[in-house]
């Protein structure tokens, strides 16, 4: 993983770039998401993130820094960030 992509997928979560707009864990109680859809503002376009079926995808291209910034927010392994560090993150269904 480059420092490059790190660097770009934390930038966005500083500005307030990412929105997830819906988060879906299939079954009750805390759970890390089973369905995104996030859309994240890039520098030169807006780009949609998604997680579905066990695999994550963007409009721009895989493994970009818009994923690993969605990841982070949801709670999910990203190589930006060490597993002995993973935050405990889970989103509960209300």
Do not use: K, N
Not at 40 to 53: C, K, M, N, P, Y
């Amino acid at each position: 993983m480059s420092a490059d992509l790190r660097t770009r997928a934390l930038a966005y979560l500083r500005s307030g770039a990412v929105t997830v707009l819906r988060a879906e864990a299939m079954a009750a109680g805390p759970h890390l998401p089973e369905y995104v859809h996030a859309i994240v503002r890039g520098f030169r376009s807006d780009h949609r993130v998604l997680f579905e079926a066990g695999r994550w995808s963007c409009s721009c291209r895989e493994d970009c820094a818009h994923q690993h910034a969605v990841r982070l927010v949801t709670g999910h392994p990203t190589p930006i960030r060490p597993t002995s560090q993973q935050s405990t993150t889970v989103l509960r269904r209300i």
